[in-house]
C-alpha cells in the first residue's frame, strides 16, 4: 500500500479489491492487468467513480480498457471462460487494453472527468 492515499483506498475498498490485493499495491498497479478486474466487476468498479467521486465518465469507453465478462465469440469459448475464469486472457493479449493505473484513476478523481 505503499504510496496510496486514504482516498483510493477507499475507492479500491468500495470496488470490492481485498485488503490483501490493496496492500500489495502501488500507484502503477493497473486495474486489468494486475488486479484482474474486468467485466461486471469492471464496469461497477467504474461506475463507483461516478457515483462516489462524482466524475464525468462522458469520455470513457470500456471496450478500450477491458475485455467483456465473456469475451468469446463462440458458445466453446464462452463455456470454457464460464468455467475457466482464468481462460478469458487468452481470447485478446492483455497489453491490446489501455493500462488504468491507480495513479490514473487518482487523477480522474481530482479532475472529476474521465480524461484518459
Known sequence: MIGLSEELVAYLKACGISDEAIGE???NT???QDLGIYGDEAIESIKC????YD??????TFELCF????????????????????????????????PITLTSIEAVISKKKWFL
Open 30 to 32: 493497473r486495474l486489468y
Open 67 to 98: 475485455p467483456a465478462e465473456f469475451p468469446g465469440n463462440s458458445g466453446v469459448s464462452r463455456f470454457l471462460i464460464w468455467f475457466f475464469p482464468w481462460v478469458h486472457r487468452f481470447s485478446k493479449p492483455e497489453e491490446d487494453y489501455k
Open 55 to 60: 466524475v464525468d465518465l462522458s469520455e470513457f
Open 49 to 52: 467513480l461516478a457515483e462516489l
Open 25 to 27: 499495491s502501488d500507484l
